[in-house]
């Protein structure tokens, strides 16, 4: 999977195994007696020169992570986030009424808004600065302290403006205020002469920041995806009905990128209501209408927007925001979403005499196929970290949920029909919780009766899900090698016939009738798709092991897209990796280590073994031609293993379902088109095989 992430897990003895190039050393020293000699030398080499203390930005340049999140791309783009959120914030506050986003072919990006702009004038605390130098050079700096200044806001802590000024190589500003135009310059957080007054303007105002990332901070090749910044200008434009943003990118940047403009503008006075329908208008909706309205001003009590329907044949979602910010890790503002429409339905039940059929479906029912949308404001936010991936105010689930009820209930009551559908469809949902739950716990005798293949799982002898492991492999031969190193306590093994069939270009007919699929779907016992229970998960830990070469990656490439496909829960509960089995072993006397891959051969060879020495260098053909010992050693003992989990990255999802369909889709001219374009990087690697 093209966009797929990955974290590596691995233990320490797996560092021995393969022989890794880092060797640590201990220092062992002895704590010498009070008013030792020794002592005092001790606490002589340690001063008060030794304490450093950072000033300024400084801190920011040193641990970046601490501010964005790290240094990759999200954390990149975080930079973006910030400066426009500013801008949003003037927006919320009724001073500003346009943004523009302007991506330059020289890498820099220029945000611009019409609000009341930065101030400039000495600031009382340090009058031989202006506000603005303060404001970017200066941590917990800002005008978001004081509700006074901005009722609601998405900036808090007074950091962000000044954590993207110091991780800029060059950041310029421009300020429009009072008819008169203002312009200082940056370079990684330091100012570059003092503020410039550059005369009298007529009919402009707000601030403008054009910035580009430092690639001593986040590598040489750092740049901004228009795909991203794009998705996410439209996303603020959605929030907040009241304001234009303006998209322009260098055409120069798009080549090779579809479906984004060079320029574009977006204004939707519908909000949140026009993205929920153009996010499901392939769907079928158990009831016609969206369920959408707002509540409250950007005031003191809170504000609150939202857009819910329910789909029939698709997976819902939930997206939230709190003062523009999105929460990808959900929140409190959710739970009070999750109250509400739970509360409405349970009350329309009674009304129309079917409050003893609802009496068991919890908002967990209520949420399956759900698509929402959810947009909260709130005075003085408390958000875990500084990236506000999860809401933690508590006073936003009051704010939410008295915002919902009522509309819901005159939503519900206003439309009997599709209520009364959406109701059954919910009482259905809690059903077959119900019928799940009151089944016996399918033992693992009767999942290997069921598969009909007693030769081909082996199963392990533990019956507790956690810690227990579920090993997928290619072929008799391998399963055979797999099931004689495993651990028969804690290990299973599946092994399947080559490669299985691509779900993603297969219609559901095809992938309901598939055996090896079915034997699959049935050893893990959770279902898939939206009938996927995690409870039922029968296997804390899914291991895809395949050879170690060009084939075993393509079925490894066919079980990801299966599970991505199928059972994507699986994934985001991190419970699906990779093994990684060795493809060489180098002998050389008593001594053997195993190398990975080419690379770590020629790497091993250097540093494990003398220049004349005559190594023996023999390659696994297959998982199937190592012994069972071998196998054991190197892929599946988990003290000396080294395994890869697969992950989701939650803004990545649409990349990586567009990748997917791209490269394991119905359309070939789609994977001709990506091979076309790497070819070149392929060559050489076709060469060597």
């Not at 001063?47 to 992570?65: C, F, K, N, Q, S």
């Not at 895809?544 to 199928?566: C, E, K, N, P, W």
Request: aromatic fraction near 6%; proline fraction near 4%.
């Amino acid at each position: 999977m093209s966009k797929q992430q990955k974290q590596n897990v691995k233990s320490k003895s797996a560092d021995d195994l393969f022989a890794a190039s880092e060797t640590k050393t201990s220092e062992t020293k002895g704590r010498p007696g009070r008013g030792s000699s020794r002592a005092s030398g001790a606490e002589a080499g340690y001063t008060a020169a030794d304490i450093e203390v950072l000033e300024g930005l400084e801190p920011v340049r040193r641990r970046p992570g601490m501010y964005i999140g790290g240094t990759d791309e999200k954390a990149l783009h975080h930079l973006f986030a910030e400066v426009i959120d500013n801008c949003m914030d003037e927006a919320l506050a009724g001073h500003a009424t346009f943004i523009v986003v302007e991506l330059a072919a020289d890498g820099f990006l220029t945000v611009t808004d019409n609000g009341r702009g930065i101030p400039v004038d000495p600031h009382p605390k340090f009058p031989k600065k202006s506000a603005l130098e303060v404001i970017m050079c200066t941590l917990h700096s800002g005008g978001k302290f004081d509700s006074k200044v901005y009722e609601t806001s998405g900036g808090l802590h007074g950091v962000g403006i000044s954590v993207v000024n110091a991780l800029s190589s060059r950041l310029e500003v421009e300020v429009a205020r009072s008819q008169n135009l203002y312009k200082m310059t940056f370079e990684r957080g330091h100012p570059k002469g003092k503020l410039e007054d550059l005369g009298r303007i007529a009919n402009r105002r707000g601030t403008t920041i054009r910035f580009k990332p430092d690639t001593e901070i986040f590598g040489a090749k750092a740049a901004f995806k228009p795909q991203r910044l794009f998705k996410m200008t439209r996303s603020k434009a959605y929030l907040f009905g009241g304001v234009e943003i303006r998209w322009r990118c260098a055409p120069e940047l798009l080549k090779g990128v579809d479906d984004i403009p060079a320029e574009a503008t977006f204004h939707f006075p519908g909000g949140l209501k026009d993205y929920l329908a153009a996010a499901i208008h392939k769907d079928t909706l158990v009831h016609p209408d969206i369920f959408s309205g707002k509540s409250g001003r950007n005031g003191a009590h809170g504000a609150c927007e939202w857009a819910v329907a329910w789909t029939a044949d698709a997976d819902g979602f939930l997206s939230s925001y709190c003062n523009t910010v999105p929460t990808p890790d959900g929140g409190t503002h959710e739970s009070g979403m999750r109250s509400a429409l739970l509360r409405g339905l349970k009350d329309h039940a009674e009304r129309v005499g079917q409050g003893k059929r609802a009496g068991s479906i919890t908002s967990e029912d209520v949420m399956v196929g759900a698509a929402v949308m959810l947009s909260v404001f709130v005075r003085e936010p408390e958000f875990q970290g500084q990236t506000k991936d999860r809401l933690a105010t508590a006073e936003a689930s009051r704010i939410v949920e008295q915002a919902i009820k009522d509309p819901f209930d005159h939503w519900l009551s206003g439309n009997p029909a599709q209520a009364n559908r959406l109701l059954d469809f919910v009482i259905e949902r809690a059903d077959e919780r119900l019928r799940r739950r009151a089944e016996k716990e399918t033992s693992r005798k009767s999942a290997v009766k069921k598969l009909r293949l007693p030769g081909k799982l082996a199963d392990c002898t533990d019956t507790a899900t956690d810690g227990s492991e579920l090993f997928i492999v290619e072929g008799d031969s391998a399963g055979g090698s797999a099931k004689q190193a495993r651990d028969r306590k804690t290990q299973a093994v599946l092994p399947l016939r080559g490669k299985i069939l691509n779900v993603a270009s297969a219609g559901r007919d095809k992938v309901t009738a598939n055996a090896q699929l079915a034997d699959l779907i049935q050893a893990l016992g959770c279902g898939t798709g939206t009938n996927y229970r995690e409870e039922d998960l029968r296997y804390s830990r899914v291991i895809i092991m395949t050879d170690a070469d060009v084939d075993g990656a393509h079925i490894a490439s066919l079980l990801i897209t299966f599970f991505y496909r199928q059972m994507p829960r699986l994934i985001d509960e991190g419970h699906l990796y990779l093994a990684v089995p060795p493809l060489y072993r180098l002998t050389h006397g008593s001594k053997t280590v195993y190398a990975r891959d080419d690379a770590h051969k020629e790497a091993l060879l250097k540093s494990e073994f003398n220049a004349n020495a005559k190594v023996d260098v023999g390659r696994f053909k297959g998982l199937g031609e190592m012994m069972p010992a071998q196998l054991k050693e190197t892929t599946m003992d988990p003290a000396k293993r080294t395994m890869l989990r697969v992950v989701l990255l939650a803004d990545d999802r649409e990349d990586t379902a567009d990748s997917v369909e791209r490269l394991m889709g119905t359309k070939a001219e789609a994977r001709f088109a990506f091979i076309s374009d790497k070819a070149e990087f392929a060559s050489e690697d076709l060469l060597d095989v």
